[in-house]
């Protein structure tokens, strides 16, 4: 890693009085690399929220990521789910009850201010969690704890449009996948967002994350930048064609996170996310 190394076009905004303007149609043409959004949830509470999430007092189911990440999520993600997909939708439904009623607790509706959040970012475009098959729905977000050690390989997010689990996704929406991570709890040291300067030119088929493939990037032989995303601020990504990689986590605290992945709607003119 070149720490010195300043090449990624980030816009910083705020979603304090006022509220965020535009700026997605950077991140989708390229104009942009990455935005920043400061004040989507107050300080006290990411604490609030924090201090439930360690103990899950919510009640939400957990799902592990494997072993050596040293990282879980509470909900589902399409990434380690199987190609059935009733269990994760029925799920999904459980998640969404279960957020609405934590958020309803601490006096805030947490899915419906990050979305809130994201459609200013998109000029006022509806933002909505992907459909799936007759009225379900894909997780709206996750949130996410990445423990001591813990971390996620440099990937490219196009690829997971190619998985089974995707199908419905890939039905529904074009383009880029963007990413969207809200910062809870920043790690005592590392568990930052390292983007590398690697940009894919095809839709990620030569960078599938698999480790039976013999050609991968040498990270070592790139650049890469560390965006440092504060408690209660949100980075949105080019993920889907920018390499990246959650750095792992140093000291005890667990780095918690909302987060979820967005494409443009095929139809309609909204944007869908899903976690």
């Known amino acids: 890693m070149d720490e010195a190394a300043n090449f990624l076009k980030i816009r910083r905004q705020d979603a304090g009085a006022g509220g965020p303007v535009g700026g997605l149609d950077g991140l989708r043409n390229g104009a942009l690399d990455a935005i920043l959004v400061d004040q989507v949830f107050a300080p006290d509470l990411c604490a609030a929220m924090v201090t439930a999430l360690e103990s899950n007092a919510p009640g939400f189911e957990v799902t ?3 072993g050596p990440f040293r990282s879980f999520f509470y909900g589902r993600n399409l990434n380690l789910n199987a190609p059935d997909l009733e269990d994760y939708f029925a799920a999904a ?8 009623r934590f958020g309803a607790s601490l006096g805030i509706e947490i899915a419906g201010r990050v979305l809130a959040v994201l459609s200013a970012l998109d000029g006022g475009r509806h933002f909505a969690p992907a459909p799936g098959p007759g009225n379900s729905r894909h997780f709206a977000t996750t949130f996410r704890g990445h423990r001591t050690g813990g971390y996620i390989p440099a990937h490219f997010d196009n690829e997971q449009g190619f998985r089974p689990s ?5 039905e529904a929406t074009e383009g880029d996948i963007l990413s969207v991570v809200v910062t809870l709890a920043e790690a005592e040291a590392g568990g930052m967002l390292e983007l590398y300067d690697l940009l894919s030119e095809d839709p990620a088929t030569g960078h599938r994350n698999d480790d039976q493939l013999a050609r991968k990037p040498d990270l070592a032989t790139l650049r890469s930048q560390l965006v440092h995303v504060p408690a209660g601020s949100m980075v949105i990504v080019r ?3 920018r390499l990246h990689r959650v750095a792992p986590v140093e000291g005890d605290r667990t780095r918690w996170t909302l987060c979820s992945f967005m494409a443009s709607a095929r139809v309609g003119g909204g944007t869908y996310c899903w976690g």
Do not use: K
């Not at 439904?93 to 609405?100: Q, V, Y």
């Open 64 to 66: 592990e990521f494997p």
């Open 93 to 100: 439904s459980r998640f969404e009850a279960d957020l609405t």
């Open 166 to 170: 995707y199908r419905h996704i890939a």
């Open 239 to 241: 993920s889907g064609r």
